[in-house]
């Protein structure tokens, strides 16, 4: 089955809706001068755009952990193609290096915590915090090598791009540490919740993906994801 799947149009359509409307409105209020009080120190509207979007970006890495492992254990075929499954996966991993984009970026301009361009692209310098935001930091190259290796996975090969994958555990515990560690509102009760569920989603999903046997005819591994996810919905 080489039709596209159901959903493929779904991660783009988000993504095309997030630019459409968000970057005129930011470039046009930035044109008019709108922003210029917005990013004095007595006005904290960026550093609520940083812990808005990090969280946002911290639920959308949850979501692609969840989906991406719900490929692997044919968790979600009962209700959607594996191959709908994997292109939500794509794009929302695409979404979550986003917003940890636009995290890092608020953080630039916002002035109740100056932040220098080093400070957040450089693990372990920062002046705030140095150990959780060099956590963020290397989270961020992380999630954005994985993220492109969609793009590189026929160039990489199977084996080499599934080897790679595995790396995403490692980044969702280094997105976590920095999230639990920074504080900023880690001692609001649903914010300990968010990351208490999320934490025991993807552990319990991890644990059963170790568990599950192995299958008989499995795709063998020079077969591209894509293909595997289309042969098998």
């Known amino acids: 089955m080489h039709d596209r799947p159901r959903l493929w149009w779904l991660g783009p359509a988000v993504q095309g809706f997030i630019a459409g409307t968000l970057t005129p409105a930011v470039l046009w209020l930035w044109s008019t001068g709108a922003l210029d009080g917005l990013t004095g120190a007595d ?17 959308l890495l949850t979501a692609a952990m ?7 254990t044919r968790l979600f075929d009962p209700v959607a193609p594996r191959a709908s499954s994997f292109a939500l996966h794509e794009h929302t991993s695409w979404l979550a290096l986003g917003f940890t984009g636009l995290h890092a970026a608020a953080l630039l301009l916002d002035r109740s915590q100056p932040f220098g361009l080093a400070q957040v692209l450089v693990p372990f310098v920062a002046a705030y915090r140095p150990v959780p935001v060099g956590l963020g930091v290397l989270a961020l190259y992380g999630a954005g090598l994985l993220t492109a290796s969609f793009a590189l996975k026929s160039w990489l090969g199977h084996r080499t791009w599934r080897t790679l994958h595995y790396l995403s555990f490692g980044i969702y515990v280094l997105a ?22 999320s934490s025991a989603t993807v552990f319990f999903l991890a644990l059963y993906r170790t568990l599950l046997p192995p299958r008989s005819g499995a795709p063998r591994s020079g077969t591209p994801a894509r293909d595997q996810a289309r042969t098998a919905s």
């Open 43 to 59: 006005t904290p509207f960026f550093w609520y755009v940083s812990r808005a979007s990090g969280i946002t970006a911290y639920l």
């Open 176 to 197: 976590t540490l920095h999230g639990l560690l920074d504080g900023s509102g880690t001692g609001q009760a649903w914010v300990q919740w968010l990351y208490l569920g």
């Open 66 to 72: 969840v989906l991406g492992l719900g490929v692997f």
